[in-house]
């Protein structure tokens, strides 16, 4: 099995200061990377390295091809979710993911199948008046709209309950048993399965 994404001696410097240097990993198909640090360690701009949004010091990125060459650039479909859920207060739960349009296949069904299965069943409310918890449901029914070969997603299980956590923990397992992979950031280790790294 080709890992989908190789990591190689990776190092970033922001204002003079090294935030992690010399990084490796691999993330397959079908399996997990926690990224475990305190605040300002760094995690969330490794992810933004990873994706092209930040700029790196130095070190590699290797992304899988379909013909099972690697390339510098991402070769396939990946899936961001940042600290900022990108929720519009002013559309409703349902707008907000319609809004998405992360494929031209992009059905009401596969909408109203996303948000009952995080448990979002009043489509029609508006987004600013759900909790902060509930928020965050709206941005993980994103997870299902389309197929992704990784997750990268900040601080998946902050400001949920234990309900909550539990949906994202069997989501997690549910997706790496189709192939994909999630690589997360945390400030101590979940239950999911992963491999962890600390920075």
Not at 22 to 50: A, D, M, W, Y
Not at 112 to 141: C, D, P, Y
Not at 183 to 197: L, M
Request: net charge negative; glycine share 6%; proline share 2%.
């Amino acid at each position: 099995m080709f890992p989908n994404l190789k990591v190689e001696n990776l190092s970033c410097v922001r204002s003079e200061t090294t935030l992690f240097e010399n990084l490796n990993f691999e993330v397959l198909p079908g399996q997990n990377l926690e990224i475990i640090g305190s605040n300002g360690s760094g995690k969330t701009t490794l992810l933004r390295v990873i994706l092209g949004l930040a700029k790196q010091e130095s070190g590699k990125l290797s992304w899988l091809n379909s013909d099972n060459n690697y390339e510098t650039f991402r070769t396939f479909n990946c899936f961001y979710q940042g600290h900022n859920l990108a929720i519009k207060n002013l559309l409703t739960v349902y707008e907000n993911l319609y809004m998405t349009k992360v494929s031209s296949k992009l059905t009401d069904e596969k909408i109203m199948l996303s948000l009952n299965r995080v448990g979002l069943t009043r489509s029609n409310e508006f987004a600013g008046n759900l909790s902060v918890g509930q928020r965050k449901r709206i941005s993980i029914a994103r997870w299902l709209l389309d197929d992704y070969k990784i997750y990268f997603i900040d601080e998946p299980f902050s400001a949920l309950d234990n309900e909550a956590t539990s949906l994202i923990e069997n989501l997690i397992e549910e997706l790496n048993d189709k192939g994909s992979s999630f690589v997360i950031t945390g400030h101590r280790p979940s239950n999911i399965v992963a491999n962890r790294i600390d920075i």
